[in-house]
């Protein structure tokens, strides 16, 4: 009876806070909705985990609540555009889920597969351009005043809908071709290979004035917002939805891939590669796998992006973006899909809130702290604080040593040698 009470009093408590949270935006604008609602999640996200852990239920790293924390989080996209359904918030919730998309896909490389790989914005920078480049045709050259032949190999202008299954494919292939490094290089040498790609990406779209339009880049792209709509409450309403199937696409093909076989197979890699090969387990060939589901996911939301700002420039390679996105993932948890969602949402509601900062670039040095802190004092982003609370309460005084005072090694040369039959323990 107790717990139930106790399990009233606390579902009772964050019912009450989640009412709140919906009542932040009537006084403080609609902005601000996204930050309450961060702090909402990752307050139901260390519940949940807590109460977890207490009870013991858990013994592997999926969670039998997670669909308390999925459910709550599908509410809130279904309310936000009801309560705060303005074009501005509109617009930034289609940048979040985009983000979003990209980092459960970065998810998969850096945390399941354990791989120092930057080249996310690479991939769906690349891949957005391939599909603006077949969505336009030759204003922007001319526009730009270059004289240029025809398209590449005569190519001809389609439509957003094609436009994106080309990214997609285009994603796929530079996904694949960035994966044979990985089969050589390790730790930080392909962490600087993949920074490099986003360089060099961005150098040779800005020099390219024929085919991708130079510093400018391309515009015009084909639109799967009707044009009738463009810059319309409606149109926001049709992108908003738009992105957020996007991103519920990416966290099925997270869970998919997380959960599943492959999954299994790239963590045991990541601890040890040795035993993974012990084990029959073809390292490459998983490896290949995760790079080129994650680049496919990649390209489709780079050409979901070109075909929702009709844009695409060098501007989308900047080290800036790499190093937001980067932040969102460590912050939250790199290895916790509810980790990545509270991580992004928190960073996506710092960006803009202070975008018109003087100057700009000083809300990434608050981003830069802020994730320091978090590094300091959470081992695993933000979600794995009850867990790493817990481990800190059960560990004793002397920590690393046995409860008899001990050191580890000695606890278990005592405890071997107890085991032993007379006659058989070595003699002083």
């Known amino acids: 009876m107790l717990r139930s009470r106790n399990d009233l009093l606390h579902w009772g408590g964050l019912a009450v806070l989640f009412a709140l949270a919906l009542a932040v935006p009537f006084v403080f604008g609609s902005l601000s909705i ?38 709550m989080a599908g509410i809130i996209a279904i309310l936000i555009p009801l309560l705060a359904g303005t074009p501005f918030f509109l617009s930034v919730m289609v ?27 690479a991939v769906a920078g690349i891949a957005a351009y391939a599909g603006a480049y077949v969505s336009v045709g030759l204003g922007t050259a001319a526009a730009a005043g270059t004289s240029c032949g025809g398209k590449l190999f005569g190519m001809p202008v389609f439509e957003w809908w094609v436009a994106i299954p080309v990214a997609t494919v285009v ?50 792209v084909s639109s799967f917002i009707p044009s009738d709509l463009a810059g319309s409450l409606l149109g926001y309403q049709y992108a908003y939805a738009a992105a957020a199937g996007l991103a519920l696409i990416s966290l ?11 999954g299994l197979l790239l963590r045991t890699a990541r601890e040890s590669e040795p035993v993974a090969e012990v084990l029959g387990i073809d390292i490459v060939r998983t490896r290949l796998w995760i790079f080129l589901i994650s680049s ?14 009709n844009s695409i420039s060098p501007n989308f390679f900047s080290f800036s973006t790499v190093l937001l ?23 996506t509601f710092v960006d803009k809130r202070f975008v018109d900062v003087d100057p700009p670039e000083a809300r990434y040095i608050f981003i830069g702290l802020l994730l320091l802190l978090v590094t300091l004092i959470a081992s695993d982003g933000l979600v794995s604080l009850p867990d790493q609370l817990r481990r800190r309460r059960a560990t004793p005084a002397g920590r690393g040593t046995d409860p008899t005072g001990d050191p580890p090694e000695e606890a278990a040369a005592i405890a071997q040698e107890t085991r032993m039959p007379p006659g058989s323990r070595p003699q002083s």
């Not at 990985?182 to 986003?198: K, Q």
């Not at 998919?256 to 492959?262: A, S």
């Not at 496919?296 to 700002?309: I, R």
Request: hydrophobic share 50%; with cysteine.
């Open 34 to 71: 996204l930050g309450s609602m961060t702090v909402f999640l990752l307050l139901l996200s260390w519940s949940i985990s807590w109460r977890q852990g207490e009870q013991k239920e858990e013994h592997d790293r999926r969670d039998r609540s997670s669909w308390v924390f999925w459910g």
């Open 95 to 121: 940048a979040f889920f985009i983000y979003l998309s990209w980092n459960v896909m970065w998810g998969l490389v850096l945390g399941t597969a354990g791989l120092q790989s930057f080249a996310t914005v």
């Open 171 to 220: 994603g796929a292939i530079v996904g694949f071709l960035i994966s044979l490094p990985a089969i050589r290089l390790r730790g930080i040498y392909f962490a600087l290979l993949t920074i490099g790609l986003v360089e060099l990406a961005r150098s040779y779209a800005g020099q390219d004035k024929c085919n991708l339009g130079g510093a400018q880049g391309l515009y015009g």
């Open 252 to 262: 099925i093909i997270y869970w998919r891939v997380n959960y599943g076989r492959l």
């Open 296 to 309: 496919a996911v990649l390209g489709a939301s780079g050409g979901f992006y070109a075909a929702y700002y």
């Open 325 to 347: 996105l980067f932040a969102m993932i460590m912050i939250g948890g790199v290895n916790s899909p509810r980790g990545i969602l509270i991580g992004t949402m928190l960073l």
